[in-house]
């Protein structure tokens, strides 16, 4: 806003009409000045930039409102009208250029993104917010841009569009009105159709940028279009809040936002009268500001905003009862909607220079005294008796001898005298503080609600404090003289008779920050019993609490800092009723967190600079109610617990270096702050039952706990006693998605995760435990009905049931120091790219998303360990060699055609199992792949022809597994050949083959082999007798038939469903 601002109309008359409601609510619309300010935004024809006021870029967004309403009704119809918020679409992607986000969000209002953006935009959200902002869809997104680019020009060429851009915060290129403009070719030139374009800036400098060579901008307003800007903001502030809240409606919050903006306007002291501060108080200037709490307390109190209760939770009778329930939350939402709309700039204070009456409107406003109205000290308050003007008073500030009131007949609400009184600021030699002073002048103000003295030099208030019955908020803040804030009357003080009282049984608030009080009397605090907030901020003197502090029975909210108190009594909170506690470089205080436990009702917890504490053990388990702990400086404690807090969402921890243990299980935390993982001794971390911790600052690691036990469905605590194991249970993979190259590097350096049991699983999933209870009797039972093939088996008979032992040979899955369990997720486990690069073994199950486990990330670094279970998705688990690979067990994988499709070797691979798999037609390409295969297991599997079916490549004479010991092939009955070409095999380690069930096969494979060596071949008598040989003799004779017993074979044919050993 430049100086000097011209006004049209005399400011006494502006006076005149902001002192009436209707004026600030529809009248304005009406008024000669917003036809003024209409007229001045219809300048221009085919583009309009918007810089706003001043250098600040203030009321863009009216400005743009209004320039919309007025091209619409003069120059309309329009047969498009997009208005896009370039705010906004800085989630789109950081990468993104301004160009590309304009055509995205243009298209987004033409309605023509299609799902295949909507899906790419929630994968670019997702990867935004697991990767905390170090990933996003840039690349996806651009794109798919080019494609909408083509569908905008569709849809607006020859047609009339009006485009409002707002909050545009880069340069674009110079618009051309007569053809497509450079980089936004997706925006038909406004000229061709009578098209209009209002581009709105961030600031002047991106105008500057970006200007062309014709006049195109509104930057000159007077004094009369800043009113109209600031009313017609005020409305538009209500459809923000009411967006936000979801309560009432707009006409109600519109009532809300003027009388709040009403209030600001009473605090924000014109300069003029600033002047008049000692040297003492200058050096407050950094305390001075008004803060958002302070304002929003005294909303409260004026009875302008009240708590609305969040629609998503159920109304309790609890919540019902505290009309102070979040005053806060509405607090804040209507001052971002001010600060959105150029009302008020936080923090504020006073202006101090007539330059400064442009930080925001609410400044303005003051510096020309347009809202509220001037008195001098001896008008009001010197006077014999009542002014009779007082009576009409509402809201009174005062600095030094010179005050502000703001006094509306539709702010009285019943009211006949001021309700808040605010004097900062007032020097010692001031006529107005000597009359603070007296007994009589708070007598007068009996109607007051808020008395707000800070900064004074009070040593004390005068005994008529008492007879301020309404008072509900006194803040002595800054106070530096205060010594001891007031005594009570004794009963030979006569008060007024309707005023006998003398507890302040009203007060609510009570402010002594920055104050030098030392002591406060024993029986203070029994005269305020329903006091709610009690503020000790950097009180540097005061030594103790009186014995009286156990009356606050009803004390919500207490704040101590940088006291010199020691301890608090002990039954200090007992009856208390708080819900914040904030303890803050008290080094002094002999702190007992087993005081806090008491606070059943306690909601937020903030203890910071408490070295004084030497408990070595703090426990708060099962809080029923905590939601915040903030836990900062202290130097003793070894072991902390906040198990059971069930409705503890935010954790902050610093600075506890010698802390070793710490348990967060079952609580309901959503983010683990950075620190905590790398707090130097911490050997112990468990988070057992978190279910809302969605993500896990994995780039930010230096160092783990060697126990670190994380689990989002279960709060079992299970054997966590392993010191090198770190145990994580999560039900979504994206959680690892800020795992990255650079963790990768600290792991294999052995500084990170030096061993680790991930599992990846739905909470809500059992199925893999009852397979795995199955599996275990299809392993281990066999019906004695099945005794046919004892001959091959080691086993025991008990109770008629044969139960089967293992072949010695073929190690059982083994989990490695670094192993991944997936079981039965709800979505593609893409998160598990890094992870699955250090993981040493892995073992999934019921899957429905992975069609090859190499999909998941690259494996050739240090997989040993593989086991596939019921991941009927997969239809190879290989498609590129895993040269570390040992051994792989692969069951109940319906979809799964081929083991391997690559040429490349499985240089480790020892032991092959695979079964239950009905439509597997080949096992590797060529047996080379598999140098060191020394068991190969192949059961159930229906449709396979040939183990090595190498069909893309020339007809082999020979091949060879020189390690081979044993090869058992169950129930295959389409299997033909090992080798599709029957080619000579060299073998010569084979010892087994074992065989039931396979009575396609004719023919087993030449080898070439010792003179003096057969392997072993276990199979039915009636398949042996049918086997093709080759005329060569070394053929036959490189085979030695271990047959059942002929009394066996009569139930050859039966179909084995369990294992054959």
Same mark, same amino acid.
């Given at each position: 806003?430049?100086?000097?601002?011209?006004?049209?109309?005399?400011?006494?008359?502006?006076?005149?009409?902001?002192?009436?409601?209707?004026?600030?609510?529809?009248?304005?619309?009406?008024?000669?000045?917003?036809?003024?300010?209409?007229?001045?935004?219809?300048?221009?024809?085919?583009?309009?930039?918007?810089?706003?006021?001043?250098?600040?870029?203030?009321?863009?967004?009216?400005?743009?409102?209004?320039?919309?309403?007025?091209?619409?009704?003069?120059?309309?119809?329009?047969?498009?009208?997009?208005?896009?918020?370039?705010?906004?679409?800085?989630?789109?992607?950081?990468?993104?250029?301004?160009?590309?986000?304009?055509?995205?969000?243009?298209?987004?209002?033409?309605?023509?993104?299609?799902?295949?953006?909507?899906?790419?935009?929630?994968?670019?959200?997702?990867?935004?917010?697991?990767?905390?902002?170090?990933?996003?869809?840039?690349?996806?997104?651009?794109?798919?841009?080019?494609?909408?680019?083509?569908?905008?020009?569709?849809?607006?060429?020859?047609?009339?569009?009006?485009?409002?851009?707002?909050?545009?915060?880069?340069?674009?290129?110079?618009?051309?009105?007569?053809?497509?403009?450079?980089?936004?070719?997706?925006?038909?030139?406004?000229?061709?159709?009578?098209?209009?374009?209002?581009?709105?800036?961030?600031?002047?400098?991106?105008?500057?940028?970006?200007?062309?060579?014709?006049?195109?901008?509104?930057?000159?307003?007077?004094?009369?279009?800043?009113?109209?800007?600031?009313?017609?903001?005020?409305?538009?502030?209500?459809?923000?809040?009411?967006?936000?809240?979801?309560?009432?409606?707009?006409?109600?919050?519109?009532?809300?936002?003027?009388?709040?903006?009403?209030?600001?306007?009473?605090?924000?002291?014109?300069?003029?009268?600033?002047?008049h501060r000692d040297g003492d108080q200058q050096s407050c200037d950094a305390l001075a500001d008004i803060t958002s709490d302070e304002l929003i307390r005294q909303w409260a109190i004026q009875g302008l905003i009240t708590g609305v209760l969040?629609?998503?939770?159920?109304?309790?009778?609890?919540?019902?009862?505290?009309?102070?329930?979040?005053?806060?939350?509405?607090?804040?939402?209507?001052?971002?909607?001010?600060?959105?709309?150029?009302?008020?700039?936080?923090?504020?204070?006073?202006?101090?220079?007539?330059?400064?009456?442009?930080?925001?409107?609410?400044?303005?406003?003051?510096?020309?005294?347009?809202?509220?109205?001037?008195?001098?000290?001896?008008?009001?308050?010197?006077?014999?008796?009542?002014?009779?003007?007082?009576?009409?008073?509402?809201?009174?500030?005062?600095?030094?001898?010179?005050?502000?009131?703001?006094?509306?007949?539709?702010?009285?609400?019943?009211?006949?005298?001021?309700?808040?009184?605010?004097?900062?600021?007032?020097?010692?030699?001031?006529?107005?503080?000597?009359?603070?002073?007296?007994?009589?002048?708070?007598?007068?103000?009996?109607?007051?609600?808020?008395?707000?003295?800070?900064?004074?030099?009070?040593?004390?208030?005068?005994?008529?404090?008492?007879?301020?019955?309404?008072?509900?908020?006194?803040?002595?803040?800054?106070?530096?003289?205060?010594?001891?804030?007031?005594?009570?009357p004794d009963t030979e003080i006569t008060l007024r008779e309707n005023n006998n009282n003398k507890k302040l049984s009203s007060l609510y608030y009570f402010d002594l920050s920055y104050s030098n009080i030392s002591n406060f009397q024993g029986?203070?605090?029994?005269?305020?019993?329903?006091?709610?907030?009690?503020?000790?901020?950097?009180?540097?003197?005061?030594?103790?609490?009186?014995?009286?502090?156990?009356?606050?029975?009803?004390?919500?909210?207490?704040?101590?800092?940088?006291?010199?108190?020691?301890?608090?009594?002990?039954?200090?909170?007992?009856?208390?009723k708080l819900q914040s506690l904030k303890l803050t470089e008290n080094k002094k205080l002999l702190f007992v967190p087993g005081l806090v436990s008491k606070l059943c009702g306690l909601i937020n917890i903030h203890i910071e600079g408490c070295?004084?504490?030497?408990?070595?053990?703090?426990?708060?388990?099962?809080?029923?109610?905590?939601?915040?702990?903030?836990?900062?400086?202290?130097?003793?404690?070894?072991?902390?617990?906040?198990?059971?807090?069930?409705?503890?969402?935010?954790?902050?921890?610093?600075?506890?270096?010698?802390?070793?243990?710490?348990?967060?299980?079952?609580?309901?935390?959503?983010?683990?702050?950075?620190?905590?993982?790398?707090?130097?001794?911490?050997?112990?971390?468990?988070?057992?039952?978190?279910?809302?911790?969605?993500?896990?600052?994995?780039?930010?690691?230096?160092?783990?706990?060697?126990?670190?036990?994380?689990?989002?469905?279960?709060?079992?605590?299970?054997?966590?006693?392993?010191?090198?194991?770190?145990?994580?249970?999560?039900?979504?993979?994206? &959680?690892? !998605? /800020?795992?990255?190259?650079?963790?990768?590097?600290? $792991?294999?350096?052995?500084?990170? #995760?030096?061993? %680790? @049991?991930?599992?990846?699983?739905?909470?809500?999933?059992?199925?893999?435990?009852?397979?795995?209870?199955?599996?275990?009797?299809?392993?281990?039972?066999?019906?004695?009905?099945?005794?046919?093939?004892?001959?091959?088996?080691?086993?025991?008979?008990?109770?008629?049931?044969?139960?089967?032992?293992?072949?010695?040979?073929?190690?059982?899955?083994?989990?490695?120091?670094?192993?991944?369990?997936?079981?039965?997720?709800?979505?593609?486990?893409?998160?598990?790219?890094?992870?699955?690069?250090?993981?040493?073994?892995?073992?999934?199950?019921?899957?429905?998303?992975?069609?090859?486990?190499?999909?998941?990330?690259?494996?050739?670094?240090?997989?040993?360990?593989?086991?596939?279970?019921?991941?009927?998705?997969?239809?190879?688990? &290989?498609? !590129? /060699?895993?040269?570390?690979?040992?051994?792989?067990? $692969?069951?109940?994988?319906?979809? #799964?055609?081929? %083991? @391997?499709?690559?040429?490349?070797?499985?240089?480790?691979?020892?032991?092959?199992?695979?079964?239950?798999?009905?439509?597997?037609?080949?096992?590797?390409?060529?047996?080379?792949?598999?140098?060191?295969?020394?068991?190969?297991?192949?059961?159930?599997?229906?449709?396979?022809?040939?183990?090595?079916?190498?069909?893309?490549?020339?007809?082999?004479?020979?091949?060879?597994?020189?390690?081979?010991?044993?090869?058992?092939?169950?129930?295959?009955?389409?299997?033909?050949?090992?080798?599709?070409?029957?080619?000579?095999?060299?073998?010569?380690?084979?010892?087994?083959?074992?065989?039931?069930?396979?009575?396609?096969?004719?023919?087993?494979?030449?080898?070439?082999?010792?003179?003096?060596?057969?392997?072993?071949?276990?199979?039915?008598?009636?398949?042996?007798?049918?086997?093709?040989?080759?005329?060569?003799?070394?053929?036959?004779?490189?085979?030695?038939?271990?047959?059942?017993?002929?009394?066996?074979?009569?139930?050859?044919?039966?179909?084995?469903?369990?294992?054959?050993?």
């Amino acid at each position: 806003m430049a100086e000097p601002f011209s006004f049209k109309m005399p400011l006494n008359e502006w006076r005149h009409y902001l002192q009436d409601i209707n004026f600030w609510l529809k009248g304005f619309l009406k008024s000669p000045a917003y036809r003024d300010l209409e007229e001045k935004l219809d300048r221009y024809i085919f583009v309009q930039w918007n810089v706003g006021v001043g250098p600040a870029a203030c009321f863009t967004r009216a400005i743009s409102s209004i320039t919309r309403e007025v091209k619409i009704k003069k120059r309309g119809p329009f047969d498009h009208v997009i208005e896009v918020d370039m705010k906004q679409a800085l989630v789109l992607g950081t990468r993104l250029s301004i160009n590309d986000k304009l055509a995205i969000k243009v298209a987004e209002q033409l309605g023509l993104l299609n799902q295949e953006y909507d899906m790419l935009k929630a994968e670019g959200d997702e990867l935004w917010y697991y990767t905390y902002g170090y990933q996003d869809a840039t690349d996806s997104l651009q794109k798919n841009v080019k494609s909408t680019v083509y569908q905008i020009v569709k849809k607006l060429l020859e047609k009339k569009y009006l485009l409002v851009i707002n909050n545009l915060n880069e340069p674009i290129k110079p618009i051309n009105l007569s053809a497509f403009t450079e980089d936004l070719s997706c925006l038909p030139p406004p000229q061709w159709e009578g098209s209009f374009w209002i581009v709105s800036g961030t600031s002047k400098d991106v105008y500057d940028s970006s200007k062309p060579d014709y006049d195109c901008v509104v930057d000159s307003f007077s004094g009369d279009d800043i009113l109209m800007l600031t009313i017609y903001s005020l409305h538009q502030t209500a459809k923000y809040i009411f967006g936000v809240t979801g309560h009432k409606d707009e006409q109600y919050w519109h009532h809300v936002a003027v009388r709040c903006f009403h209030y600001i306007l009473m605090l924000l002291i014109p300069h003029c009268s600033y002047a008049h501060r000692d040297g003492d108080q200058q050096s407050c200037d950094a305390l001075a500001d008004i803060t958002s709490d302070e304002l929003i307390r005294q909303w409260a109190i004026q009875g302008l905003i009240t708590g609305v209760l969040e629609r998503t939770k159920e109304v309790t009778a609890a919540d019902c009862q505290d009309k102070y329930n979040n005053i806060y939350q509405v607090g804040n939402v209507i001052l971002e909607a001010f600060r959105e709309y150029s009302l008020v700039q936080l923090p504020f204070s006073p202006a101090t220079k007539v330059v400064e009456a442009t930080k925001s409107v609410a400044h303005f406003l003051a510096c020309y005294n347009l809202v509220a109205e001037c008195h001098t000290t001896e008008e009001v308050f010197l006077c014999e008796g009542n002014h009779p003007g007082l009576e009409r008073m509402r809201w009174i500030s005062h600095l030094g001898d010179q005050g502000w009131h703001v006094s509306r007949e539709w702010l009285r609400q019943g009211a006949n005298g001021p309700t808040t009184l605010i004097i900062r600021h007032c020097p010692q030699q001031s006529r107005l503080f000597l009359k603070l002073q007296s007994n009589h002048f708070l007598a007068k103000l009996s109607c007051l609600h808020v008395l707000d003295l800070s900064y004074t030099p009070l040593e004390s208030l005068p005994p008529s404090i008492c007879c301020l019955q309404k008072l509900q908020l006194l803040s002595l803040r800054g106070c530096y003289n205060l010594r001891s804030p007031f005594s009570f009357p004794d009963t030979e003080i006569t008060l007024r008779e309707n005023n006998n009282n003398k507890k302040l049984s009203s007060l609510y608030y009570f402010d002594l920050s920055y104050s030098n009080i030392s002591n406060f009397q024993g029986d203070f605090f029994h005269n305020m019993p329903n006091l709610k907030e009690l503020l000790l901020v950097k009180c540097s003197n005061l030594e103790e609490m009186p014995p009286s502090i156990v009356a606050l029975s009803s004390l919500t909210t207490l704040e101590l800092t940088r006291s010199q108190i020691k301890s608090f009594p002990r039954e200090m909170f007992e009856e208390m009723k708080l819900q914040s506690l904030k303890l803050t470089e008290n080094k002094k205080l002999l702190f007992v967190p087993g005081l806090v436990s008491k606070l059943c009702g306690l909601i937020n917890i903030h203890i910071e600079g408490c070295e004084s504490m030497t408990e070595v053990e703090v426990t708060l388990e099962r809080h029923p109610t905590l939601r915040s702990f903030t836990f900062i400086g202290a130097p003793h404690m070894r072991r902390l617990s906040l198990r059971g807090c069930k409705m503890l969402e935010h954790v902050d921890i610093k600075e506890v270096d010698a802390l070793e243990e710490l348990d967060l299980s079952s609580t309901a935390i959503r983010e683990l702050p950075e620190d905590i993982p790398n707090l130097p001794q911490l050997r112990r971390l468990l988070l057992m039952g978190v279910p809302f911790l969605r993500r896990f600052p994995w780039h930010k690691l230096r160092r783990l706990p060697g126990v670190f036990c994380l689990d989002q469905c279960s709060d079992k605590t299970g054997n966590h006693s392993n010191p090198q194991d770190a145990q994580v249970c999560v039900s979504d993979s994206r &959680f690892f !998605y /800020s795992l990255d190259f650079s963790t990768l590097g600290l $792991v294999r350096g052995g500084s990170l #995760l030096k061993s %680790f @049991y991930v599992r990846v699983t739905s909470c809500k999933a059992t199925i893999r435990e009852i397979h795995d209870a199955e599996d275990m009797v299809k392993t281990n039972r066999l019906q004695v009905a099945l005794t046919a093939y004892a001959d091959v088996n080691h086993h025991y008979v008990t109770d008629g049931v044969v139960f089967m032992v293992s072949m010695d040979d073929v190690p059982p899955f083994r989990e490695a120091e670094r192993h991944v369990e997936v079981s039965a997720v709800d979505r593609y486990p893409r998160g598990l790219y890094y992870l699955i690069q250090v993981t040493k073994s892995i073992s999934m199950s019921d899957d429905t998303h992975i069609s090859c486990l190499d999909d998941l990330g690259y494996l050739d670094n240090e997989l040993e360990e593989c086991k596939l279970q019921r991941c009927h998705q997969m239809q190879k688990v &290989f498609s !590129y /060699s895993v040269r570390t690979l040992r051994h792989a067990f $692969v069951s109940h994988l319906n979809s #799964l055609t081929r %083991f @391997y499709s690559g040429s490349a070797g499985f240089g480790t691979l020892k032991h092959l199992h695979l079964e239950y798999c009905p439509r597997l037609e080949g096992v590797v390409s060529r047996p080379s792949v598999l140098p060191s295969l020394v068991t190969l297991d192949i059961c159930f599997c229906y449709n396979l022809k040939a183990i090595f079916y190498d069909k893309n490549y020339d007809p082999l004479n020979y091949y060879e597994l020189p390690r081979l010991r044993r090869i058992r092939l169950q129930e295959l009955p389409l299997l033909e050949h090992l080798h599709v070409d029957n080619p000579i095999l060299t073998a010569p380690a084979w010892e087994e083959l074992h065989v039931r069930g396979c009575w396609s096969l004719r023919r087993l494979p030449r080898l070439d082999q010792q003179p003096d060596k057969a392997v072993k071949v276990s199979g039915e008598r009636a398949w042996w007798t049918k086997l093709w040989w080759d005329d060569v003799p070394s053929h036959r004779g490189s085979y030695e038939a271990r047959l059942p017993p002929a009394s066996a074979s009569i139930r050859e044919r039966v179909v084995i469903r369990t294992y054959l050993r």
